[in-house]
C-alpha cells in the first residue's frame, strides 16, 4: 500500500492562505527518485508565484503545490539511478511545474541528476538551502552564453582575474562566491556591513556596502590594476550599477549575469552585453551535471564548500509553509534562508 501523501495547495490563482491536504502519492519515473521531506527552503518565487498567479505564469494548473528546495529520505529509485539507494539522506532541486515536483509535500518525486548525498555532519536543514540557488548561481557563471568562467576545482589555482558578484550574502550570492573562488577567482561582492564578514567567510577578498552611495566609485577605485572578469546582479536594480562598473573596469569581459529580469527598453552602456540567468537551464546541459555529479558532492564532502546562507527555521509541518512565504515577502532573513521542517 502507498504512503499518505499531503501537500501544501495553492487552490486558485492567488489564493491566501494555503491550504494543506491529500496529495497523489507520485509513480518513480526512469532517472528519478522519491524522497520522503523533511527539510523545505522558501524562494522570492514561491510567494510571487501565489501572489500574482496567472500574471506571472499563465500555465500554471490548479491546485498547484510549488516549491523547489528539497532535503529528505530516499524511500524508491527509478530504472537508471545508480547513484541513490533507498534510505540514502539527500538534497535536491524539485524543479517542474508538475506537482508530483512540487516541493510542498510530504513525497517528492526528484530528479537524480539534480541531487546529491547529504555529509554525516550536514542535517536536512542546512542541506535544503542549496538546490536552487547553487543553479541559478552556475547558470550565471559557468553556462557558455553566460559568464563563461572556468570550471571550479577542489584546488583551485588563481588566475589572476577578479569577478564582482552583486549581493553576496543573498542564497545566489552566497553560492556565487565560493564557486567562483573554487574556479580561482578574486570575488569581490556587496552587502550590509552586518554581513561583511560572513561574505569573507565564503571566500570574498573585499566587501562594499551596497547602501554607500559612492559604492561604484569605491568598486572602480579597486579594480585598479586588475582585470575584471563580468559581474553576477542578483538585488534588483543592481544591474544598471553592475552595467557602469564593467563598462569601465579594466577588462575585456564586458559582460553582466542577471538573477533580475532584463526588460526589452534596458539601455546598456556601449560595448556591455547582458543576460537574464535561468537556473533551470543547468539541468538540460554540462554545468548541471558538473555541479550536482562532479563538483558538490565531493568539496561538501571535504568541507570545501559551504551549506549557505544558514537556515532560519520558521516551524514544523506543512501549516508552516504559508507563514514561512509570508516571511519572505517582507524581507524576514538576512544572510539565511527561510526554512520549514516537516
Not at 535561468?278 to 564548500?305: D, H, M, R, T
Amino acid at each position: 500500500m502507498a504512503p499518505i501523501n499531503k501537500a501544501a495547495w495553492i487552490s486558485r490563482p492567488r489564493a491566501l492562505p494555503m491550504e494543506v491536504g491529500p496529495a497523489v502519492y507520485p509513480t518513480v519515473g526512469e532517472g528519478e527518485i522519491i524522497v520522503k521531506v523533511s527539510a523545505i527552503a522558501i524562494n522570492p518565487m514561491d510567494w510571487m508565484i501565489q501572489t500574482m498567479g496567472e500574471k506571472l505564469f499563465s500555465f500554471l494548473k490548479y491546485p498547484y503545490c510549488g516549491g523547489d528546495d528539497v532535503a529528505g529520505t530516499v524511500v524508491e529509485v527509478g530504472s537508471g539511478v545508480a547513484d541513490f539507494k533507498p534510505g540514502a539522506r539527500v538534497f535536491g532541486v524539485a524543479p517542474g511545474f508538475d506537482a508530483r515536483e512540487g516541493a510542498f509535500q510530504d513525497y517528492v518525486v526528484l530528479r537524480a541528476n539534480a541531487t546529491a548525498h547529504i555529509p554525516v555532519d550536514g542535517s536536512f536543514a542546512q542541506a535544503c538551502v542549496l538546490p536552487l540557488a547553487i543553479c541559478s548561481a552556475a547558470a550565471g557563471l559557468y553556462q557558455k552564453n553566460m559568464l563563461a568562467l572556468e570550471y571550479p576545482s577542489l584546488n583551485p589555482q588563481s588566475n589572476g582575474e577578479t569577478l564582482l558578484i552583486w549581493a553576496g550574502a543573498s542564497s545566489v550570492g552566497s553560492n556565487g562566491i565560493q564557486l567562483a573562488v573554487a574556479s580561482g577567482y578574486e570575488v569581490f561582492t556587496t552587502a550590509s556591513p552586518k554581513n561583511f564578514d560572513y561574505c569573507k567567510s565564503l571566500g570574498a577578498s573585499k566587501v562594499f556596502d551596497y547602501k554607500d552611495p559612492n559604492v561604484v566609485a569605491d568598486i572602480l577605485a579597486s579594480f585598479e590594476g586588475k582585470i575584471c572578469r563580468g559581474a553576477l546582479a542578483i538585488q534588483r536594480g543592481s544591474e544598471d550599477l553592475c552595467f557602469e562598473i564593467v563598462a569601465k573596469a579594466p577588462g575585456t569581459t564586458k559582460f553582466v549575469a542577471s538573477a533580475v529580469p532584463l526588460g526589452p527598453d534596458k539601455v546598456l552602456p556601449a560595448g556591455v552585453t547582458a543576460r537574464f540567468l535561468q537556473a533551470g537551464a543547468v539541468l538540460k546541459n554540462e554545468v548541471g551535471e558538473l555541479i550536482w555529479s562532479k563538483f558538490l558532492p565531493a568539496a561538501l564532502e571535504q568541507n570545501k564548500y559551504k551549506f549557505a546562507p544558514p537556515p532560519l527555521i520558521v516551524g514544523s509541518g506543512l501549516e508552516k509553509i504559508q507563514e514561512a512565504l509570508d516571511k519572505g515577502k517582507m524581507g524576514g532573513a538576512s544572510a539565511q534562508k527561510i526554512v520549514v521542517t516537516l
